[in-house]
C-alpha cells in the first residue's frame, strides 16, 4: 500500500512563494508516477502537475504554466512542487496523488491509485 502526505501549505501573499512536498512510503518512489491537484471549494477538481516515473517528463495545467515547477527526489521518496508568482486565484487544498503507471504523466483524475489528504494553500492580496 501506498502511503503519500503532502506538506508545506499555508497562507502566503500575491507574489510570493511557496514550495509543496509529497512524502511518499510503501513502495519505492522510482515506481511511481506522481500528480498534484487542487480543488477549491464551489470548484471542481483541477490538474496541477505531474511527473512521470521513468523518464521524468513533465507536465502542467495551463492556469500553473510558467509559475510551477515539479521535481522529485526518488532517494529521499519525495516530490515537489514549487509553486511561484502565487496569486489569489492558487488559492487551494493542493493534493498529490500516485500510480504505477508508466508513460507520459497523466491530468486525469481517475488515473491515479493513492492520494493524499491534501495541504491547504492560501493566497491573499
Known amino acids: 500500500q501506498v502511503q503519500l502526505v503532502e506538506s508545506g501549505g499555508g497562507l502566503v501573499q500575491a507574489g510570493g512563494s511557496l514550495t509543496l512536498s509529497c512524502a511518499t512510503s510503501?513502495?519505492?518512489?522510482?515506481?511511481?508516477?506522481v500528480g498534484w491537484f487542487r480543488q477549491a471549494p464551489g470548484k471542481e477538481r483541477e490538474f496541477v502537475s505531474g511527473i512521470s516515473r521513468n523518464d521524468g517528463a513533465t507536465a502542467y495545467g495551463d492556469s500553473v504554466k510558467g509559475r510551477f515547477t515539479i521535481s522529485r527526489d526518488n532517494v529521499k521518496n519525495t516530490v515537489y512542487l514549487r509553486m511561484n508568482s502565487l496569486k489569489p486565484e492558487d488559492t487551494a487544498l493542493y493534493s498529490c496523488a500516485a500510480t504505477l503507471s508508466w508513460g507520459y504523466p497523466s491530468g486525469t483524475y481517475g488515473s491515479y491509485n493513492y492520494w493524499g489528504h491534501g495541504t491547504q494553500v492560501t493566497v491573499s492580496t
Open positions: 510503501g513502495r519505492s518512489l522510482s515506481t511511481l508516477a
